[in-house]
């Protein structure tokens, strides 16, 4: 089965600076990676997501780049305020739907 | 966008006793729904996929005569705990796919069995 692994398990920025999440996985059949954002007490929001043939998406703020040979896409948050802080979840889905192990992000202000 | 609602977002239940939360896609229909369980600081996990019509597909080690699914629209699955106990206290979230792709979840149940 597939296997996504999330770097890092904590993050700390200062605000203003940017923050980087990287997701690898294993299943060459994953072809969709979504990235939600959770707050504390609340369901996973869908921030941004990108295909397998694209290799960049950027909303704003929020950018997220695909390697499809090397497996590994990440999350790129520029300008961080402290609004950003909460907890970050990337996927990626194929034949199935698989979530990393989230990264807790805290911008400090 | 494409909204997904749970009822209640917090439920505390006396054990012995069964609690229904429902996960609603307000503007879209879901073919597909999805019931997770999280642990405090922990990622979401996957406990059961519905789909309309049908019988749920649980993971394993997923108690399916406890956790009843229905799946009867395109729009509302319920969760029904069964014989809750204090070790089923946790958050619940569901969730409704989108062009069999791009998941969308609710906001959540937290049940407290006391």
């Known amino acids: 089965g597939e296997n996504v692994e999330q770097h890092p398990s904590t993050l700390s920025v200062q605000e203003g600076d940017s923050a980087v999440i990287k997701c690898t996985y294993s299943?060459?059949?994953?072809?969709?990676f979504p990235w939600y954002k959770q707050e504390l007490g609340k369901g996973p929001q869908l921030i941004i997501d990108?295909?397998?043939?694209?290799g960049e998406k950027k909303d704003q703020r929020i950018a997220v780049t695909l390697n499809k040979t090397a497996k590994h896409f990440s999350l790129h948050i520029t300008e961080t305020q402290p609004e950003d802080s909460a907890v970050y979840f990337c996927?990626?889905?194929?034949?199935?739907?698989?979530f990393g192990t989230g990264t807790s992000l805290t911008v400090i202000p | 966008g494409a909204v997904v609602s749970q009822h209640p977002s917090r439920v505390i239940c006396k054990s012995g006793t069964s609690v229904k939360i429902e996960c609603r896609s307000l503007d879209f229909q879901a073919t597909t729904m999805f019931w997770y369980r999280q642990f405090p600081k922990q990622s979401l996990m996957l406990m059961a996929t519905?789909?309309?019509?049908?019988?749920?597909?649980?993971e394993q080690g997923v108690e399916k005569d406890k956790f009843l699914i229905n799946h009867a629209s395109l729009t509302l699955s319920t969760l029904t705990v069964t014989s809750a106990h204090p070790e089923d206290s946790s958050f619940y979230i569901c969730?409704?796919?989108?062009?069999?792709?791009?998941?969308?979840f609710g906001p959540g149940t937290r049940l407290l069995v006391l």
């Open positions: 990108i295909r397998s043939n694209v």
């Open positions: 519905s789909n309309e019509g049908s019988k749920a597909t649980y």
């Open positions: 969730s409704g796919d989108r062009r069999q792709e791009t998941q969308y």
């Open positions: 299943d060459s059949a994953s072809n969709y």
């Open positions: 996927a990626a889905s194929g034949n199935q739907f698989y």
